[in-house]
Each structure stands twice: as structure tokens, then as C-alpha cells.
């Protein structure tokens, strides 16, 4: 994923250390909505059907999403679309690290764009 590949490439730098990206990624899983909370947001899924897939979960190695597909209260496009929604929610990691104070904004617009380019001779 593109997101988390950005904090490597910051590191790879120099930039920052892995425990400033770390923090980072924690920070921006606090300010996530877990699947299961969104999907009943948008009605696709009831309270009941959520316990039923954590209940089942327990007894599983599986994430949320394949056990919901699994008992056949999700499509694996259901999941696809939630996990989409889920990401696009998560706060940029540039715009955290910037917020703690590990880099400025200045530097984050031009490291994006070189990280932009970088990943633009990968594909």
C-alpha cells in the first residue's frame, strides 16, 4: 500500500526513524473506523451480525472482513468498498509527522513530490 510506503521511503531518507513512523501509524489507527463500525453506519451490516462476526473471530486467525464474507453477510466487494472508505478516513502520515513536529510543511510537499516521482518510475 502506497500510504505505508511512504513512511519507509522517509526513512529510508533519513528523515525521520522508524519510532517517529511507528508513532505515526498509531496515531492514524486511533483516528480509524473499524470496518465493522462503518459497515454499520451504512446499514450493511446489524449490530447482531457484527457480534456474530467478532464472536467468530475469536476462534479464527481471520479479519474481520473475510469472516463477515465467510457467513455471508458481506461480499468480498462490500469488504473492498468498507476497507477503501476506512483508508481514505485514516489522516495522512506526512500531515501527522508534520503535526509532531518531525518535519515541516515545506518538507513534506517536497518530499512528496519526490516520493511521487519515485514511485511513478516504479509502475
Not at 44 to 58: D, E, P, S, Y
Not at 80 to 107: A, H, R, Y
Request: charged fraction near 25%.
Amino acid at each position: 500500500m502506497v500510504k505505508h510506503r511512504f513512511g519507509l521511503f522517509l526513512i529510508s531518507k533519513g528523515i525521520v526513524d522508524e519510532e517517529a513512523v511507528l508513532k505515526a501509524l498509531n496515531t492514524q489507527r486511533k483516528h480509524s473506523l473499524p470496518i465493522g463500525q462503518l459497515a454499520l453506519t451504512q446499514r450493511k451490516l446489524t449490530v447482531k451480525q457484527v457480534f456474530a462476526i467478532l464472536n467468530a473471530q475469536i476462534d479464527s486467525p481471520k479479519l474481520f472482513g473475510e469472516v463477515a464474507v465467510d457467513l455471508g453477510y458481506l461480499t468480498v466487494q462490500d469488504v473492498n468498498d468498507l476497507l477503501d472508505q476506512q483508508s481514505q478516513k485514516w489522516p495522512f502520515i506526512g500531515k501527522i509527522l508534520v503535526d509532531m513536529g518531525k518535519i515541516t510543511e515545506e518538507q513534506l510537499n517536497s518530499l512528496l513530490t519526490e516520493f511521487g516521482r519515485k514511485m511513478a518510475n516504479m509502475y
